[in-house]
Every structure is written in structure tokens, then in C-alpha cells.
């Protein structure tokens, strides 16, 4: 047997078919006429040797043939979508940088020191994304939180691992203390769902006993940096990486009673492909983000 190779056309209009069930609905996914997908379609069957679809008059089904192919249809695009951008970095700008930033780590720690890097490297272009679309060029390296390893990155621990349970002073002092962690029982938690930084953790790590008291309620942030500002508005308690709140603990407007906390096994992180050799504006960035990691300004 000696199939031939369908063409990335054919291979498309195979995925939209699937996944849109008729000609008409396929046409408008892929930017084709109607007539022109059943030709794409047609000389794939023709290449393959098979039906893929099966006729209905409710519409288009895969053939067990359209099963099989369609996998492979999927992981054969999306690799050369893949290599297409990879070859596409190779001539790119050399002075041009693109980061993955998580947001919180942005708002609370690189933006904040980032012009010390502009200005040293005025050349540079640094464009930050804390989103993937579609389409859009790889990154060249990425901010992350958690645990390594990361399958093909290279990791730098930029820092996370000492969380603290912090609060405003005056919410302690209003709600009767915090002279132990029993007094948890009387207070608000606040929490960031994604994060590991709960309350489930600070007992783990604290190992209380079962019988241990309960935060009194509750309240729950789809950013972290609004459990941030909630906690030194007074609305509860927060468990944060002190470096997330550095400013805040120096100024008292938070404060970590007892220094009661933990040592997290979750931690921010700086990124790189394992498989690339890092052009030259990354090294300059990485070496200043070390730099920046050991300032104590």
C-alpha cells in the first residue's frame, strides 16, 4: 500500500465537516465556497480511498474511515501549526520579547521593578500576554505558579514558598485578637479558589488535629489580588506569600499575627523551553530577573 498524503486543505474541511455536520455550515468555518468543500472533500476520500462520511438527509456522519482519520487529522495540523510558529521565531525581531505573565505577579511584583529593566535595555521590546489565543506567537518564556517539573521547561524558583496568614489590624483588633490559631473560629477567611494558599493547607502543613476550630465563614475571589485588597480593607483574613505583600507588612497595613504561616510547596517560577537555544534579549531579561529576585529595596 502506498497512500497518498492529503493536502492541509483537504485536511481542514475533513474537521470542519465533523465537527459542523453539513457542507453549508463547513463552508463558512474554513472560508471556502460550499462547492469548493465538496471538492476538498471529495479528493480526500479519492486520496484515502474510503468514504469518511456517511450521506443522511439530516446531515453528514464520520465512517468509522472519518473516525480514524479525523484523530490523526487533528494532531497532524496541529503540529505543523507548531512548527510553523517555531520556524517563524527563528526570524523574528531578535529584540523582541514575549512573556506569559501571571497577573497577580505582575500587578504585585514585576511591574512595579520593570522599569529598572527598560531602562537599562531601551531597545528591547517586552510584550506581556497573561492569556493564550489561538494563533498566537509561543511565548519565549513564562512566569508560572506551582510545582516543577514542567515536561520541556526549564525552571528558576523566583519565590511563594513562605505564606503567611495575614489581616488589617484593625479587623483583628475588632473581632477579639488572634492570639493562637483556636481564635481562627471567630474570624472571615479569605480565598482565591485556584490557589493552593487555603486554609486546608495551613492546617495540613500546621498539622491541627481534627477537632481544630473553622474560620467562621467564608469568602471566596476569582482574583487574587482582590483577596489582596480585601484583606487590608479589613473584610477577613488572607493567606498570601509574604513577597506578594511586602509594601503592606512594612507599612502595618497588614500585619501576620503570631507569625503564624507556612512553608508552601507552590511557588512562582520563571520558564523556558528545555529544546531552544535562548536568544539573546531572554538572556539579558533572565539575568536581570535574578538580579531582581536577590534586591532587598
Known amino acids: 500500500m502506498n497512500p497518498r498524503i492529503p493536502s492541509t486543505a483537504g485536511l481542514r474541511v475533513l474537521i470542519a465537516l465533523a465537527e459542523r455536520g453539513s457542507t453549508v455550515a463547513a463552508a463558512d468555518a474554513v472560508n471556502l465556497s460550499q462547492s ?53 521565531r527563528l526570524s523574528s525581531d531578535p529584540d523582541v520579547l514575549r512573556l506569559h505573565l501571571l497577573p497577580i505577579l505582575g500587578d504585585r511584583w514585576l511591574l512595579p521593578r520593570f522599569a529598572r529593566f527598560a531602562e537599562r535595555y531601551p531597545t ?46 484593625e479587623y483583628i483588633c475588632r473581632v ?76 502595618g497595613d497588614l500585619v501576620n499575627p503570631g507569625g503564624i504561616g507556612f512553608d508552601s510547596s507552590n511557588c512562582y517560577w520563571f520558564t523556558r523551553p528545555a529544546d531552544r537555544t535562548s536568544r539573546r534579549a531572554l538572556n539579558l531579561f533572565h539575568d536581570w530577573l535574578m538580579e531582581e529576585i536577590t534586591r532587598r529595596d
Open 176 to 251: 477579639g485578637g488572634l492570639e493562637v490559631l483556636d481564635d481562627i473560629g471567630r474570624f472571615t477567611l479569605l480565598e482565591h479558589p485556584q490557589t493552593p494558599n487555603c486554609w486546608q493547607n495551613l492546617r495540613t502543613a500546621l498539622a491541627l488535629p481534627a477537632e481544630a476550630p473553622e474560620p467562621r465563614h467564608y469568602v471566596r475571589f476569582g482574583f487574587y489580588t482582590l483577596v489582596i485588597r480585601a484583606a487590608i480593607a479589613g473584610q477577613g483574613l488572607a493567606i498570601i506569600p509574604r513577597e506578594l505583600i511586602v509594601r503592606e507588612l512594612a507599612s
Open 36 to 88: 469548493a468543500v465538496s471538492k476538498q472533500l471529495s479528493k480526500l476520500e479519492a486520496s484515502v480511498g474510503q468514504s469518511l462520511f456517511i450521506r443522511h438527509t439530516s446531515g453528514l456522519q464520520l465512517s468509522e474511515a472519518g473516525h480514524i482519520y479525523l484523530e490523526h487529522a487533528k494532531i497532524a495540523l496541529k503540529a505543523l501549526e507548531d512548527a510553523a510558529l517555531r520556524v517563524a
Open 124 to 169: 528591547i521590546d517586552v510584550q506581556f500576554t497573561s492569556f493564550e489565543t489561538p494563533g498566537q506567537a509561543e511565548p519565549d518564556a513564562a512566569f508560572r505558579y506551582g510545582a516543577p517539573p514542567w515536561r520541556g521547561q526549564t525552571a528558576d524558583y523566583l519565590f511563594g514558598a513562605d505564606v503567611a496568614l495575614v489581616g488589617a489590624p
